[in-house]
């Protein structure tokens, strides 16, 4: 597809168990930023990738959180044990660089019972 | 701390009238800004931006003014359309240019334009 997409669309799982999350962003965008949005909130910063540099992680609340980018491509989101504070909308972009984020996939709905 | 505020949860207007929303802020770090519009099940989708060094940037039917000294933004819609209906968000970034992707949004408000 020419967007960005992120699978699945919905999980719902059990307190303390791991889920991972995946993007697949648009094809030659070298910048990948994982959102998350929480009932009633604004969407909050996660992580972010650019090129070959290190990843900002400063927006994971929590060492349970975890992101990696394999081959400058596809991104997985991992979170361990999860709580139900975790729940939200997660939700990944792409872009070329520069700033602001012009394409967002859809997001995956967490749901932690 | 909510550094970003969009202070009306909704908004509704009447088809050809104007949609006035607004945006404030208390990071005077903060040089980039952009609003985002987001339809229900589809991820926001990037509308238009300003950057620190302008107070106006127009698009169509859609203009962002910046007011600095107020810390205050807000995205007019002329005219509006039904299809205009959705949740729009402000989002900020610091040192432009630099900090890329990395914005703070505010909460959303929920735009309902009528026909």
Known sequence: GAGVSQSPSNKVTEKGKDVELRCDPISGHTALYWYRQSLGQGLEFLIYFQGNSAPDKSGLPSDRFSAERTGGSVSTLTIQRTQQEDSAVYLCASSLGGVGIGFFGPGTRLTVL | ?115
């Open chain 2, 1 to 115: 701390d909510q550094q970003v505020k969009q202070n009306s949860p909704s908004l509704s207007v009447q088809e050809g009238r104007i949609s006035i929303l607004n945006c404030d802020y208390t990071n005077s770090m903060f040089d980039y800004f952009l609003w985002y519009k987001k339809y229900p099940a589809e991820g926001p989708t990037f509308l238009i931006s300003i950057s620190s060094i302008k107070d106006k940037n127009e698009d169509g039917r859609f203009t962002v003014f910046l007011n600095k000294s107020a810390k205050h933004l807000s995205l007019h819609i002329v005219p509006s359309q039904p299809g205009d209906s959705a949740v729009y968000f402000c989002a900020a970034s610091e040192d432009g240019g630099t900090s890329y992707g990395k914005l703070t949004f505010g909460q959303g408000t929920i735009l309902t334009v009528h026909p």
